[in-house]
């Protein structure tokens, strides 16, 4: 069965550092989304891309994280320099079809990679 | 204001009991959908069930059903004859907008589910 795949699993860094974290959503897959679970929440989402274009990065703190997706394909979010409040949960998801095109009987549902864990120390 | 508002931080149930979480939602969209997720220890969020705005009948998925109230805007998840397996964080979420823009789905805070022997 298709899945998302991400890496690391498990990040321990000391703030200031660098830290990337890389996601290959299910093949075909249009939609990428990068979504933050701090401990005892929701996700909330960072980015989120249609094909190699992002479509919204509101909540994504542009002084410190940056987020890319060059060929529509594997997606990399970076944190520089890593703060301690950055400790978190960093889900990718995929989805299709695009946004505002979902067919008769699709529900347009996530699926969702097993997610990066990052300790910032 | 909160999109999803879960207001049930944990609840216990016995294993083969039915149980019930909670989940209220807020939009102003007439197209909408709402989505049920379950996260065991391992992190990786699994879907479970979905309910489209429009859809006159109750979702269901093996043991899993969502009541779904368009009135009082409440989706509400029943597992039923719970498992030990399913204890896990469930998340309800929402993706507004019917077939224009940019969809995003929004999540809850969660509730955690522990079934006991």
């Known amino acids: 069965e298709a899945e998302v795949a991400q890496s690391p699993r498990y990040k321990i860094t000391e703030k200031s550092q660098a830290v990337a974290f890389w996601c290959d959503p299910i093949s075909g897959h249009a939609t990428l989304y990068w979504y933050r679970q701090i401990l005892g929440q929701g996700p909330e989402l960072l980015v989120q891309f249609q094909d190699e274009s992002v479509v919204d990065d509101s909540q994504l703190p542009k002084d410190r994280f940056s987020a890319e997706r060059l060929k529509g394909v594997d997606s990399t979010l970076k944190i520089q320099p890593a703060e301690l409040g950055d400790s978190a949960m960093y889900l990718c998801?995929?989805?299709?079809?695009?946004?505002?095109?979902?067919?008769?009987?699709?529900?347009?549902?996530?699926?969702f990679g097993e997610g990066s864990r990052l300790t910032v120390l | 204001a909160q999109k999803i508002t879960q207001t049930q931080p944990g609840m216990f149930v016995q294993e083969k009991e039915a149980v019930t979480l909670d989940c209220t939602y807020d939009?102003?969209?007439?197209?909408?959908?709402l989505f049920w997720y379950k996260q065991p220890s391992s992190g990786e969020m699994i879907f479970l069930i979905y309910?489209?705005?429009?859809?006159?009948q109750n979702a269901t998925e093996g043991r899993y059903s969502l009541n779904f109230q368009k009135a009082r805007k409440s989706a509400n998840l029943v597992i039923s004859a719970s498992q030990l397996g399913d204890s896990a964080m469930y998340f309800c979420a929402m993706r507004e907008g019917g077939g224009t823009g940019f969809q995003k789905l929004v999540f809850g805070t969660g509730t955690r589910l522990l079934v006991s022997p």
């Open positions: 998801a995929s989805s299709n079809p695009a946004p505002g095109q979902l067919p008769t009987g699709n529900t347009g549902e996530l699926f």
């Open positions: 939009t102003s969209d007439q197209s909408y959908g």
């Open positions: 309910q489209g705005s429009y859809d006159e």
